[in-house]
């Protein structure tokens, strides 16, 4: 009973540093309902919720466990690598409701300067998972001219502040990359395309970093996967693939992939 009966007045503390309980049901994804039994004591979460109410707050599922009076110490002083953790993630997924309108998959098409002249066609899914809203990419590249063949598949997550879509993912295999990802919303007029820019670092090109244009077109909650995939690879940017409004973007002024000089 002493555990229980500490865990809700800790989270009963943990609480009162935050606005109101709604806003913390609705940034973790929790029913409210099930939440205000936690607070009165009446139920545990599981191990699952848990983690996500401790991670909510910066902390670990162990803190809850602890006496009242060394939780709120440790509220007060959390472990530094937890407040620097805690700080950005509590920025993701942000607004979850605007994000949600975008869930599904897409074919994205952005400019590279390791294939000059051509566009990088890959897929991505936008997903929900336990309050988060996840990242998942493929790009797969045939090149038989210059008999290449990449594939490569990346994780990440995805954020919505200030009418803007932030992603962050990393690349699946023993030298893992960073990338980032920032795309405008659907306009009011149409729910089809994402407009923005990518920036990522070029393996043909000296590793160089850069940034480019980048479209991503929504296919729904559940298209052909088969022919999705078959879609990715490299195409030139006056291929009857891209379809006009892709096309367009890309090859609005400036036409620049921007870099970083080799003597800078």
Known sequence: MRD?????????????????????????GINRQ??????????????HNLARIASFFGLGSQDFALA?????????R???????????????PGDLPSLRRHLG????????????????????????ENGSVHVKSIERIRDASHEIRQFSKYV??????RNRIFITERSIGRQPMMAQTILMPFEVHQRVYLRGVTMGVSW?????????RVIWRHLGTNPDKRQVLSRC????????????????????????????????
């Open 204 to 212: 043909r090109k000296e590793n160089l970093p850069y940034a480019s």
């Open 105 to 128: 998959y897409f074919q994205t098409y952005h400019l590279s300067p390791s294939w000059p002249g051509l566009v990088v066609c890959s897929c991505a899914r936008l997903l929900e």
């Open 34 to 47: 099930q939440f205000n039994r936690y607070i009165s004591g009446e139920a545990r979460p599981s191990a």
């Open 68 to 76: 009242p009076s060394a939780f709120q110490a440790r509220m007060i």
């Open 233 to 264: 690879g490299v195409v030139s940017v006056n291929s009857r693939q891209l379809p006009a409004t892709v096309r367009s973007y890309l090859e609005a002024q400036p036409f620049n992939i921007l870099s970083v000089p080799e003597n800078f």
């Open 4 to 28: 229980i009966d500490s865990f809700t007045e800790n989270l009963r503390f943990a609480c009162a540093t935050r606005p109101s309980i709604s806003q913390i049901c609705r940034e973790i």
């Open 156 to 161: 990440g997550l995805a954020a919505f502040w």
């Open 78 to 92: 959390p472990d530094q690598r937890m407040v620097d953790g805690g700080q950005l993630l509590e920025g993701l």
